[in-house]
């Protein structure tokens, strides 16, 4: 048996000053590097899940309801699918990128990254990349003509996963890992979702609530949702 510590989406564009912040992501992003610095020993792997969209649909909205759908974020091969600067990956041994061509919420949706292709980027946080290659242009405009040239022109096979890449589920199960300890953004979204359904999938799961942030000003209901569901929180 072993045991994987999972890092949730703990991306710039899910901290201050990204395309999607999360309120406290940024100083989280640190807390976590403290923690697996000092806590690294106690766990045989370490992962890291990101948000990795090529063309989400309709997961993507121009005027988004905040629920089910969402301004662009965590564009591949942009700043914003970066993890934050301040999560030292030194320990991070796999990353899994979910949500390439639809709406992705659980770690277990992701699959694994080459390791030679960790994602990195110089764009801004949110912006859309042309034919996978950094213009250095704005394109945040308000116009829609050019939006959807930029959406026509991205050369999605430059940043989708492999055809034999494979997902957490099968990885974790590869590596004998039996517990599973959560962290990371955010709380009542992507976390949750993880753990969900690293439950439903046969495993220990722990959830470190203070290792998290959520979205809601409240996060009692997620909480108590995943508790219903089996997993520990901490």
Same mark, same amino acid.
């Given at each position: !048996? ?22 406290? #992501? ?6 976590? *590097?403290?923690?697996?610095?000092a806590h690294h020993g106690q766990f045989d792997h370490v992962l890291a899940t990101q948000d990795w969209h090529i063309d989400?649909?309709? %997961? ?10 969402w301004p662009p974020h965590c564009v591949a091969g942009t700043r914003g699918a970066e993890l934050h600067p301040d999560l030292? =990956?030194? %320990? ?11 709406? $992705?919420? @659980? ?6 990254? =080459? ?9 801004? =946080?949110?912006? !859309? =990349? ?10 945040? *405009?308000?116009?829609? *003509?050019? @939006?959807?040239?930029? *959406? ?21 199960? @590869? ?25 439903? $999938? ?23 949702? !995943?508790?219903?569901? #089996?997993?520990?929180?901490?």
């Amino acid at each position: !048996m072993s045991r994987a510590l999972i890092i949730v989406d703990v991306q710039n564009d899910f901290c201050e000053g990204g395309a999607l912040p999360v309120v406290g #992501g940024a100083n989280l992003a640190g807390e976590i *590097s403290e923690y697996v610095d000092a806590h690294h020993g106690q766990f045989d792997h370490v992962l890291a899940t990101q948000d990795w969209h090529i063309d989400p649909g309709a %997961h993507f909205a121009e005027e988004p309801d905040f629920v089910d759908s969402w301004p662009p974020h965590c564009v591949a091969g942009t700043r914003g699918a970066e993890l934050h600067p301040d999560l030292d =990956p030194e %320990h991070i041994q796999a990353y899994f990128r979910k949500g390439q061509f639809a709406a $992705a919420y @659980s770690g277990f949706e992701g699959l694994l990254a =080459p390791e030679d292709d960790v994602p990195t980027g110089d764009r801004k =946080p949110g912006a !859309m =990349p042309v034919s996978g290659t950094d213009t250095g242009t704005d394109t945040d *405009s308000d116009s829609d *003509s050019d @939006s959807d040239e930029a *959406s026509s022109l991205f050369a999605a096979s430059d940043f989708a996963a492999g055809e034999d890449a494979i997902g957490l589920d099968d990885w974790l199960q @590869s590596h004998d890992v039996e517990d599973i300890v959560v962290v990371g953004i955010a709380t009542d979204y992507c976390v949750k979702a993880t753990a969900l359904d690293a439950v439903q $999938a046969g495993y220990s799961v722990t959830v470190l609530r203070g290792l998290t942030v959520g979205i809601a000003e409240d996060l009692d209901d997620a909480v108590a949702e !995943m508790e219903l569901g #089996g997993v520990d929180v901490l």
